[in-house]
């Protein structure tokens, strides 16, 4: 299983970016996938995560309303937008296949994004 993901970068307070990760090595579509951000320090975050089907999507509570995670089975891609974004934001993001409920087995490299004030 191989988890890649990309579209991070330098932005400013209150911009966007749209996260892409997309996999291989694995029947995409039997999985949920998440999102987690790392910040050098600390422990890892859950950020947001969907089911197979896309049908359902779960948010922490510190990115609710501004991030939108989505899905393409078709593609073996996830996605996460990000609007509004703060300087708190600042972190590694990694995409995550869900093994079973809120548990993941494969990580991929992560991309770095950064918020300026």
């Known amino acids: 299983v191989q988890l890649q993901a990309s579209g991070g970068g330098l932005v400013q307070a209150g911009g966007s970016l749209r996260l892409s990760c997309v996999a291989s090595?694995?029947?995409?579509?039997?999985?949920?996938m998440g999102w987690f951000r790392r910040v050098p320090g600390k422990e890892r975050e859950f950020v947001s995560a969907?089911?197979?089907?896309?049908?359902?999507?779960y948010y922490a509570d510190s990115v609710k309303g501004r991030f939108a995670i989505s899905r393409d089975n078709a593609k073996n891609m996830v996605y996460l937008q990000m609007n509004s974004l703060k300087p708190e934001d600042t972190a590694r993001y990694y995409c995550?296949?869900?093994?079973?409920?809120?548990?993941?087995?494969?990580w991929g490299q992560g991309t770095r994004v950064t918020v300026s004030s």
């Open positions: 090595g694995l029947t995409f579509d039997d999985y949920g």
């Open positions: 995550a296949r869900e093994l079973a409920a809120a548990e993941y087995d494969y």
């Open positions: 969907v089911t197979w089907s896309g049908s359902s999507t």
